[in-house]
């Protein structure tokens, strides 16, 4: 090989090395995300989701349970409700239920920093929770409820004590979820955001959108409601119904967290499908504070909760 043939492979060489070098960022943060799925994969069912089994327990990053502003990142245990999940009947919740120290030990095995509980529809489902929280509380462990709206306030209150974090859930009114129409429903649910805000526990909002509750009258009720309760710093998340967005319900999801943006709410999510825009929480130069995709945390950029010129974003950081 003369010297000239070589000089050019070298060249050449060299520029593919550094061509790698420019993607390397890019290739190893796709493949952390895949690894992660596939590992969340692996580990998801504890349980097989059986009726008259234990409620089906996964080990999750705390986003896909639903909170974007409170310990980003952290593993969660999470069990699912246990009757109405597994179509049980409320006076079998009880006896249904996981035991409370086999939850303890399977988080504690799995690395888990939160319990992460859902609402049930029975007494005894409620008095499960109510005591697995105080548990978690014992074992050191942070504990989250995600909450549907139409469920008692007293339920609530007595479980508050015990708890970290909270999302509620507005229902799907179309299909009798909760109360059908605003007027019912949204006083409730600024009921329980003046409970919650009244113990300092962390809160989130989820609004599941229908054909009736999406028109731009409606979200209005909605996000007034959600400002006169609790400010325009409130965490909201929208999501289609059934959770799983389509071609009918994309734009309507859109336009309810443009609407809710435009009203002078800051963090504003959406649910159900990709969407970069709505699933990114922003600093107020339009810098990424803390970058998501599918419910996976790529990046937090905030130091002590606060961004890079001071901002300080509401959540719980550590």
Known sequence: MNKRLKKILSISLGILFLSFLALLPTILIQSTVKSVNLAVKIKREITQKKTGQPPVAAIEPLEKVGFYHFLPGTKAYYLEAIDKDLGLPAAAAGTAARPKEQVITEAKNAAAAIISLDDSNSPSADDYNLNLAKLAKQNGFRATLT?????????????????????????????????????????AMQAKIQAIKATGVHLEILDYLNSANSTTTEINKFITAVAESAGQDAIIHFSSADGVADATTTPIIIAAREQALRAGFKYVYIGGFDYPLGENTYCADGTVALGRQDDFLLQNNLKDGKCADGTAIPGVWK
């Open 147 to 187: 909450y549907d709206n139409c469920l008692n306030l007293a339920i609530l209150k007595n479980i508050l004590p015990y708890l970290d974090a909270v999302k509620i859930n507005l229902g799907d009114t179309e299909n009798n979820y909760c109360s059908t129409t605003a007027e019912t429903y949204l006083p």
